[in-house]
């Protein structure tokens, strides 16, 4: 099977690379995305748009020879259920770690301060959320601040758009890293508008991976195997 791998907010596609050996040694192919604006901290963003990103994504599923598997962290899940919007025949599954689809006319991630048309990796204890980095040591905490690259503003902020209801019966396996599948499970019954995506999702299977919200750099095997059984899943 293909399968593309969509990073998050901050990340470069080499955050993936614990994670692609274990699924290519099974047989799979796999692109892991940089996308647009995110190739280093010196790259240009300021005209990359949320439309760029997606077209990445897209363009990756076109470029696949057969059905694809789509994997995306954290806000990179809005990022790709845009790739799933537009292509509901080519996907034949996604996998959501750490992260939910932002339902039509709400943006990806709003709140953060921008300076100069970026927004940088906030500190997350600061922010009161200190789950997500509660299983990276002190040097990889520093790593990972040192190595975050700048996200464009527009990315962030920009209203996703989703047209095509056929999205709703591709199948999801959501990744729960610093919550819990019960969690996710309560906030989708409880109507929450978050993740209203996922309640009118046909086939959403709750997948437990406790520890941070990093998986793929704290935990790439259990993550690898996750994945791995989505694509026996597809």
């Given at each position: 099977m293909e399968i593309v791998l969509v990073p998050g907010l901050w990340l470069h596609g080499s955050s993936w690379d614990a994670v692609v050996p274990r699924l290519e040694e099974a047989g799979h192919r796999v692109q892991a995305l940089t996308l647009p604006g995110m190739e280093s901290k010196d790259a240009d963003r300021s005209g990359v748009t949320l439309a760029d990103q997606v077209d990445t994504v897209v363009s990756a599923i076109d470029r696949a020879g057969g059905p694809v598997l789509l994997v995306a962290h954290s806000a990179g899940s809005g990022i790709a259920h845009c790739g799933v919007d537009a292509r509901p025949d080519r996907v034949t599954r996604a996998v959501y770690v750490g992260g939910f689809p932002s339902p039509d006319g709400s943006p990806l991630l709003d709140g953060l301060p921008a300076h100069d048309g970026e927004v940088m990796m906030p500190d997350w204890v600061e922010m009161g959320e200190a789950?997500?980095?509660?299983?990276?040591?002190?040097?990889?905490?520093?790593?990972l601040y040192a190595e975050a690259i700048p996200a464009p503003e527009r990315v962030l902020t920009t209203p996703v758009r989703l047209r095509d209801e056929r999205r709703y019966s591709v199948p999801v396996t959501a990744v729960c890293p610093e919550y819990t599948a019960a969690d996710l499970r309560g906030w989708v019954e409880?109507?929450?508008?978050?993740?209203?995506?996922?309640?009118?999702?046909?086939?959403?299977?709750?997948?437990?991976?406790?520890?941070?919200?990093?998986?793929?750099l704290t935990q790439p095997d259990a993550l690898a195997r996750i994945i791995l059984d989505a694509a026996g899943a597809g």
């Open positions: 789950a997500n980095v509660v299983d990276l040591d002190e040097e990889s905490i520093s790593r409880s109507g929450e508008e978050a993740v209203s995506e996922l309640a009118r999702t046909a086939d959403v299977e709750y997948v437990d991976l406790p520890g941070g919200h990093w998986p793929q």
